[in-house]
Every structure is written in structure tokens, then in C-alpha cells.
């Protein structure tokens, strides 16, 4: 079924009623519905009296060449269908004008349905064709389909791309891939690397030897498995350290365990470690300065060094020599003849006098705890609670305001002015003008009571 717009169209009809209208063939110089359209066709009709008329679509019927009144668009019977008379009136085929596309005075078309077309739209420069027009047919905004055009939703997203190739700048606030959130500072950190190089505040890639160089401080949890490790800062260990071998400023050091011996043959000095037959003492330790030598090699000990494994403490007859170190920890005492701190000697004990005295060390009695204020007592500093610091001070916690023994008073009034009286209230002070002082205490002002005094003389004759 076809919608069949044919010119010159036109039969005579008798039908009379509402009904669907029966063709009684072509007027002179026209021609019929019959040779002009197929079966179940429509068409566009006027039927007319030449005193009533009736435009609408009407449906072909080949087989008794009828036409029925399937919509009524116009009439004079209220755009409903005319009811006929007996007669006889002409029905042609016609483009009603509520089906018409014009250009308005300003060159426009307005089209309220569906525009169909073969070929293409041409708009400027543009040429759409359909299969320009099927890239944007049946889009879901924010939803990426094959062969379609991408049109972001609401919130300005796009998912389920595939394969995005750029050949300039991708500006994002992030990039997300599966789980991971890649944003800017992560970018950073990838831009700019030089491989084999450490830089702050940027991701390490090993170089094609899959070395790397410029680590500082790198801290580890588990365990470092390395073929060749340089250190050239410290090196702090809290586990175990095994190697195949270690040296020691380019030097090999050999480490013999049982009786441990340790050997160096540039210093020509060595570190024995032998078991004591004493049950408090394990594990001696004997530095010991070779003869061909000169000057000190290291710590030398005239005694036996003793270890108490109950205590933990090392202790030894008598030290010679110096001992130099870049870094150590004495958690006990050192006792020595001389002791020098970056080239000075150190030849007394700094003793710190404590006291409230000028250059004094503060020494705190028992009891002070946290968030306590502190007060001076004699010659140390003792804590104070905030109760009691005002118990110390004759204060009071808080203030209670009112009119009663011992309130606080305070102003009872937003328009307080200069020069102006108090009142009690409830609450505390109001402040009140000569002229309210005198209404509150039923009095008049001097000059009022002049002008009275005058006033009652004169009465008064």
C-alpha cells in the first residue's frame, strides 16, 4: 500500500450517506482513479457539490472501484464527513493544503513528520547521504556501537571504546584501565625518564644492560637476591647479611667461623674470637697490634675482654690505643685516659646545675602530668591542674551573671550610651536618659518646676 499523489484525476460519484464513496468514472478531459492507482492504495481527495465539499485520504479498492473515507481532513460539515444528498458531484484526486511543503516569506520549510528522501541532504558544504545519516540512526548517548557516531551522555562519558589511536595530544583528568586510575602525578612520574637513571619524583626503568644507578635510600621488607650489590652510602640491615664473599675498601675479607679469625694483611693486624672456659664469659675478642706497625693499628688489650650473657655487658682489663670511628653506639659507660670530640680534648665532665637560677637546667617534681600548667616552688618547677592553678590565683572557674550576692552583672541593653544612668533589671543593667530617670522616679526636670512655680505665682495673683 502506497500513498499515490496523480494529476488530473477526476470521476463522478452518486454515493449518498457516509459511506465509502463508489466511482462512476471520468469526467471528460480527466482521467479515472483506476488508471492511476493499485490496490489498497491511498490518495489525497476533494469530493464537492459545488455547494458542500469534503477533503481527506481515502483507500483504493480496484474491485468495484470504490474509495473509502479513511481520514476526513477538511470539510464544511466541521471537518467531519458529509452525509450526501441524492446527485451527483465530482471526487478527484488533490494535495490538501495542510499537506503541503512551502518556503515562508523567509525561505524556510517547516515539516512536522518524517522526511523521507532517496538520494541525499545537501546543508552548506555538507552532503549527507544515508549512510552518513545511519552512523547517527538509533544512538545511545554514552555508549560506544560499531559503525556508529560517539555521543557522550549526560554526564560528558563515552564508554566502551576499543582501540583509540591519536596522532597528537590526549588532554584527560585521568585514564582508567580495568582497576587502575591513572592520573596526572601518575603521568608524571612516567614522563622524562631516562632509563638506568634514578630522578626524584619519577618512576626507575633499568637500561638495556638492566642496570640502574642513583638509588639513595631504598628500604626493603623482604628479601634482596642480587649477584653484585655497591653500597656507597650506609647501609643499615636488620636481618641477616650472606655472601660468597665481601670486601672491605677493595680489600678481600676472608671470615674463618669456629674460633673466628679474621685476617688482614694490609693493616698486618687481625681480630681472634675464641670461647672462654669461664661460663660468664664467651666469645673473646683481641685486637692486636702487629709488631712491624707503627702507631696504633687499632684497640689493644693487656686484658681479656669478658662478656656476661645474663647482663649483656662487655667489659675488659685495660684499652690502649685509640678508637676511630665514623659512627657508634655506647649504651654503657666509656671510660678512658683521654677523649677528643672533632680534634679537642674533652678533659671534664660538663656537670649541669639545675635550679631556677639564671643559666639553671628546670628540675621537675613528681606528680606533674600532661596538660598541667606549671608554677616555680624553691628551686624546681611543680605541675599545676587547671583547679588548681585558680585555687592558687583566687579565681573562679566561671562566672555567674545576675543581681544577686557575689553575680557577675552584666549589660542588659543594646543601645547603651554615654553619659547615661543604670537601672537593675532581672538580668543585670539597662541603661536609662535624664528624661527616663525622672518618669521612673515621678520627678520633673528644674526647668519644668521653674515654669510651675511661675506658673502657680501668677494663678495665685
Known amino acids: 500500500m502506497a500513498l499515490v499523489i496523480s494529476d488530473r484525476v477526476k470521476e463522478t460519484t452518486t454515493t449518498t450517506g457516509t459511506g465509502t464513496y463508489n466511482l462512476g468514472g471520468a469526467v471528460t478531459g480527466f482521467e479515472t482513479f483506476t488508471a492511476n492507482l493499485s490496490n489498497s492504495d491511498t490518495t489525497y481527495y476533494a469530493c464537492t457539490d459545488n455547494t458542500d465539499f469534503e477533503v481527506g485520504i481515502g483507500t483504493f479498492t480496484a474491485s468495484g472501484t470504490t474509495l473509502a473515507r479513511t481520514t476526513i481532513l477538511a470539510s464544511s460539515n466541521s471537518n ?17 493544503a495542510s499537506k503541503t511543503v512551502f518556503l515562508d516569506a523567509s525561505g524556510n520549510a517547516t515539516i512536522g513528520g518524517t522526511v523521507t528522501a532517496t538520494g541525499s541532504f545537501i546543508i552548506g558544504s555538507a552532503d549527507m547521504n544515508e ?9 545511545t548517548n554514552g555508549t560506544i556501537a560499531a559503525s556508529k557516531a560517539v555521543v557522550v551522555d549526560a554526564n560528558k562519558d563515552a564508554s566502551s571504546f576499543r ?18 586510575d591513572i592520573n596526572e602525578n601518575d603521568l608524571e612520574a612516567i614522563d622524562g625518564i631516562t632509563a638506568g637513571t634514578v630522578a626524584a619524583s619519577k618512576a626507575a626503568i633499568v637500561d638495556t644492560n638492566k642496570d640502574i644507578t642513583g638509588f ?6 623482604g628479601e634482596l637476591d642480587a649477584a653484585t650489590l655497591d653500597i656507597s652510602g650506609n647501609a643499615d640491615i636488620d636481618g641477616t647479611l650472606e655472601a660468597d664473599a665481601i670486601t672491605v675498601n677493595g680489600t678481600a675479607l676472608n671470615t674463618v667461623i669456629a674460633g673466628v679469625t679474621v685476617t688482614n694483611a694490609t693493616n698486618a693486624a687481625h681480630v681472634s674470637v675464641a670461647d ?3 661460663a660468664n664469659e664467651e666469645n673473646l675478642i683481641t685486637f692486636i697490634e702487629d709488631a712491624s706497625a707503627t702507631g696504633n693499628v687499632g684497640l689493644e688489650s693487656d686484658g681479656d675482654f669478658s662478656y656476661n650473657p645474663s647482663t649483656g655487658t662487655v667489659s675488659a682489663t685495660i684499652f690502649k690505643g685509640n678508637i676511630d670511628a665514623v659512627d657508634g653506639d655506647f649504651d654503657g659507660t666509656l671510660e678512658a685516659d683521654a677523649i677528643t670530640l672533632n680534634g679537642t680534648a674533652i678533659t671534664a665532665t660538663a656537670t649541669l646545675d639545675t635550679g631556677i637560677s639564671n643559666n639553671n637546667v628546670p628540675k621537675f617534681t613528681t606528680g606533674v602530668a600532661d596538660d598541667d600548667f606549671l608554677r616555680v616552688a624553691g628551686t624546681a618547677i611543680e605541675g599545676r591542674s587547671a583547679s588548681e592553678v585558680l585555687s592558687d590565683i583566687g579565681g573562679q572557674a566561671s562566672l555567674t551573671f545576675g543581681i544577686s550576692n557575689t553575680n557577675a552583672v552584666k549589660i542588659d541593653s543594646a543601645s547603651v550610651a554615654d553619659d ?13 536618659s535624664t528624661s527616663e530617670v525622672l518618669s521612673d522616679i515621678g520627678g520633673v526636670s528644674a526647668a519644668d518646676a521653674s515654669n510651675d512655680a511661675t506658673a502657680l505665682a501668677i494663678a495665685l495673683g
Not at 549512510?131 to 547517527?136: G, N
Not at 544612668?421 to 536609662?432: D, H, I, K, P, V
Open 276 to 278: 672462654n672456659e669461664n
Open 163 to 180: 582501540n583509540l589511536t591519536a596522532s597528537g595530544a590526549i588532554t584527560a583528568g585521568s585514564f582508567v584501565i580495568g582497576s587502575a
Open 80 to 96: 467531519n464527513a458529509v452525509s450526501w444528498s441524492s446527485g451527483t458531484r465530482t471526487i478527484f484526486c488533490t494535495l490538501p
Open 131 to 139: 549512510a552518513d545519516l545511519e552512523k547517527l540512526d538509533g544512538i
Open 216 to 221: 639513595r635510600n631504598v628500604t626493603l621488607t
Open 420 to 432: 547615661e544612668y543604670a537601672r537593675f533589671t532581672a538580668n543585670g543593667l539597662e541603661s536609662r
